[in-house]
T-cell receptor, first 117, second 114 residues
Framework: AQTVTQSQPEMSVQEAETVTLSCTYDTSESDYYLFWYKQPPSRQMILVIRQEAYKQQNATENRFSVNFQKAAKSFSLKISDSQLGDAAMYFCAYSLNYGGSQGNLIFGKGTKLSVKP | NAGVTQTPKFQVLKTGQSMTLQCAQDMNHNSMYWYRQDPGMGLRLIYYSASEGTTDKGEVPNGYNVSRLNKREFSLRLESAAPSQTSVYFC?????????????FGQGTRLTVV
């Protein structure tokens, strides 16, 4: 069975600084997706960034980037120039890549990120 | 666009009562999902519907039933609510025909069973 582990229950960063959130996963599959979701106090789940396992290049979305290490099954999220609005719970998630399964997500337990002004 | 709409947003039930959580999406997505989120946990999949007319169990289906009423709507029913079903429930939808499609989430329903 696939599992996703986030070892940092809470993290804190100073505004404008950089922070890295860790995620490891376990799977025997070779074709899958990895995601980082943000959940602010409003409870809305917002997709931050995704990575296709077959792509070697790390995904980047503005201030958000990932370090995808497929052999190590590691998928960390780097937030650069942190802003107060980045404060939220961040969830790492995994899904297989075959028909009808891409929304069938397996989530880690989350990391609560605080941003200090 | 409304996206994924869940009703109600909050609900308190007594043990043994039944209720149905409603979910509708206006993005013409094929696949829909129900998740639950408990404190200190990530979301866990209860049931999903890969396409209209099909439903499948997820990780934690016990105590729930679902109905894919049409392409837009996917409801979750608790026949006899238990305190262990106190949770925040999320509905999601995605396209999933050929290429990757992002899963869009509703804003959640906070359910308390007393």
């Amino acid at each position: 069975a696939q599992t996703v582990t986030q070892s940092q229950p809470e993290m804190s960063v100073q505004e404008a600084e950089t922070v890295t959130l860790s995620c490891t996963y376990d799977t025997s599959e070779s074709d899958y997706y990895l995601f980082w979701y943000k959940q602010p106090p409003s409870r809305q789940m917002i997709l931050v960034i995704r990575q296709e396992a077959y792509k070697q290049q790390n995904a980047t979305e503005n201030r958000f980037s990932v370090n995808f290490q497929k052999a190590a099954k590691s998928f960390s999220l780097k937030i650069s120039d942190s802003q107060l609005g980045d404060a939220a719970m961040y969830f790492c998630a995994y899904s297989l890549n075959y028909g009808g399964s891409q929304g069938n997500l397996i989530f880690g337990k989350g990391t609560k990120l605080s941003v200090k002004p | 666009n409304a996206g994924v709409t869940q009703t109600p947003k909050f609900q308190v039930l007594k043990t043994g009562q039944s209720m149905t959580l409603q979910c509708a999406q206006d993005m013409n997505h094929n696949s829909m999902y129900w998740y639950r989120q408990d404190p200190g946990m990530g979301l866990r999949l209860i049931y999903y519907s890969a396409s209209e007319g099909t439903t499948d169990k997820g990780e934690v289906p016990n105590g729930y039933n679902v109905s894919r009423l049409n392409k837009r709507e996917f409801s979750l029913r608790l026949e006899s609510a238990a305190p262990s079903q106190t949770s925040v429930y999320f509905c999601a939808s995605s396209e999933e025909i050929l290429l990757f499609s992002e899963a869009f989430f509703g804003q959640g329903t906070r359910l308390t069973v007393v």
